[in-house]
């Protein structure tokens, strides 16, 4: 899909990731969401590696090839944001830049405040803080109505078995979209392949379960941040924009009017360019 990206395992302490790699140069390791894989971050990789970057996108724990811990209490935040730090140590990088979108960037925020020392910079995509998205679910009706995916994924089975529907990715992402055009079918297919992927579906409803007890590191983000956020989200609302710098210490927040929930994808070029600019 990308001509020049190598795919492997790799041992990360708990579990082993599949992990793409491309280019040469400062480390940038990418952290997809939910329901998707590396793939998503195609257009940025490719972006990085041609300005003289490498660019790191796992599976996350319990996608595709990557290892799936069997219980709920796995998925629990500080594990991911271990996986993350074990990845990093590695590949021999003791500082990176970190970008995440979605669940991703919940796990980046994590990383970033636990492990100080080893993010540079961090960029955020359509993710909340963790802070800041349990307050609104409990403060904010209109959150809560965007949300209501989240009290689902809490009831067994049934989840799993949505995810598993042949239309699924094309319902919950291109129709989502502002310019469905620009997620082709090749490339949903192959984060469907991922997401269907023996496993996987019990594996990425384990992050919402196991989100219901908190393992998240309370201190307040030091490096500079980067948000960028698609306006027209469906699924997580601008207010939680707000409140953001009780939890990171340099932030700021770069709104793209004509964007979805997955920015990255809806609007790659402006996205990329945006990610470049404030890494360089």
Request: charge should be positive.
């Amino acid at each position: 899909m990308i001509p020049g990206v190598r795919v492997e395992r790799i041992p990360c302490g708990e579990v082993s990731l599949e992990v793409a790699r491309i280019g040469e140069g400062p480390p940038t390791i990418f952290l997809h969401g939910f329901p998707e894989a590396w793939i998503s971050w195609r257009h940025q990789m490719k972006a990085f590696a041609d300005a003289g970057r490498t660019a790191i996108a796992p599976n996350l724990r319990g996608y595709g090839n990557s290892d799936k811990p069997r219980r709920t209490s796995d998925y629990r935040l500080n594990r991911l944001a271990g996986d993350i730090a074990g990845l990093a140590k590695a590949l021999g990088h003791d500082s990176i830049d970190l970008v995440g979108h979605d669940w991703g960037g919940i796990i980046a925020y994590d990383v970033a405040a636990r492990f100080p020392k080893l993010v540079r910079k961090l960029a955020i995509l359509n993710a909340p803080h963790i802070r800041v998205m349990m307050r609104a679910l409990v403060r904010d009706p209109d959150q809560r109505r965007r949300s209501w995916y989240v009290f689902a994924f809490q009831l067994p089975m049934l989840p799993e078995r949505a995810i598993m529907k042949p239309d699924f990715l094309d319902r919950v992402i291109r129709k989502t979209a502002v310019h469905p055009e620009r997620f082709d079918d090749e490339s949903l297919a192959a984060i469907q392949a991922v997401v269907q992927s023996p496993g996987t579906p019990k594996a990425a409803v384990s992050y919402y379960r196991a989100a219901r007890a908190p393992s998240f590191c309370r201190d307040v983000v030091q490096a500079q941040t980067l948000v960028i956020w698609g306006e027209q989200d469906h699924a997580l609302g601008t207010a939680l924009l707000e409140g953001i710098d009780r939890h990171v210490r340099h932030t700021r927040i770069r709104r793209i009017p004509d964007a979805g929930h997955f920015v990255q994808q809806d609007a790659p070029e402006e996205v990329s360019q945006a990610l470049l600019q404030f890494f360089a």
